[in-house]
């Protein structure tokens, strides 16, 4: 099945993104048969020797100098190695994330609304955010998880293989997902969004983590179209293997009659953001182009 499933992706049209793949999925195939806590060990130590020799080392250096231009090289430094631990242990629980389930924990359960009510979760890529896709089970909802697709078709093959048979439905980002999240939420479904990603020219350029920086539309939008409660809520690192879901208080619906408000919405979300990453930086994907095409 393995070797069948490559085939039919058909390597002949770009093998260097193929074999980088390829290689993934024997690395990922084989830490899958090891517990979660030897997985995360591993994935840990490859990022941590590989990626300072990658580009998006000097990415994330770039913007932790943008974001804090006072804090050290030596401090940098330091924080990227913690990012990349992160990143590794996230990567390395990835392979064997169908074992995560019962390992995570949530808390803030009761700022769910009844059953039926439409909810947008937002969230970010801050420690294990692939472990969001046991939300579903953890919280009694069926949750559609929004996600962009990798630029090497390769990989996004190999996510939803892997993905395969979690209790989760995946939508990919594209011009007609908009539609699909409306009828989720019109339907009294939960959707959960990232947002801590670069929106598109055209969406609201607000501060993040003190910066300006384009910000999607997509959470106070689809909350005015829809009247879905909005929760904030990311997942949590503690001790290395540690993992828990935290949910906060619904943010106060957005006022239809205001202009203005859907912008302030957005706002609210960036600084709740903002407070998480700054209290783990080294959990948050600081090698993502987060302030490009902003003005400062």
Not at 114 to 139: D, K, M, Q, R, Y
Not at 150 to 174: A, C, H, M
Not at 263 to 286: A, C, D, H, R, Y
Request: proline fraction near 6%.
């Amino acid at each position: 099945m393995f070797l069948s499933f490559w085939h039919t992706l058909k390597p002949w049209v770009n093998p260097l993104k193929f074999t980088q793949a390829f290689l993934a999925s024997i690395v990922l195939g084989l830490i899958s048969f090891l517990p979660p806590r030897s997985a995360s060990n591993i994935g840990s130590a490859l990022a941590c020797t590989l990626g300072p020799l990658l580009h998006w080392h000097k990415r994330g250096m770039s913007n932790l100098l943008y974001i804090y231009p006072d804090m050290p090289e030596k401090e940098r430094q330091k924080l990227m190695h913690g990012v990349w631990d992160n990143l590794g242990r996230t990567m390395g629980e990835f392979a064997c994330i169908k074992k995560l389930g019962p390992k995570i924990t949530v808390i803030g359960l009761e700022h769910l609304p009844p059953a039926g009510t439409p909810i947008i979760f937002v969230t970010a890529h801050i420690a294990n955010w692939e472990a969001l896709s046991w939300f579903s089970n953890l919280c009694g909802r069926q949750v559609m998880d929004v996600y962009r697709k990798p630029n090497n078709v390769y990989f996004d093959k190999l996510l939803k293989l892997r993905s395969y048979g979690l209790p989760v439905k995946f939508i990919e980002k594209n011009e007609r997902s908009g539609i699909n999240i409306l009828r989720e939420l019109r339907s009294g479904g939960a959707v959960n969004l990232f947002v801590d990603q670069k929106g598109s020219n055209g969406d609201y350029l607000l501060p993040f983590l003190g910066k300006n920086a384009l910000t999607i539309r997509a959470p106070a939008l689809l909350s005015a179209k829809t009247g879905a409660i909005v929760i904030p809520g990311r997942m949590i690192r503690k001790n290395n293997h540690e993992l828990q879901i935290k949910l906060y208080s619904p943010l106060s619906k957005i006022e239809t009659s205001d202009p203005g408000s859907e912008q302030k919405f957005m706002e609210e979300i960036n600084t709740i953001v903002s407070g998480w990453i700054e209290e783990t930086p080294e959990q948050w994907l600081w090698i993502h182009r987060r302030w490009k095409n902003a003005t400062n």
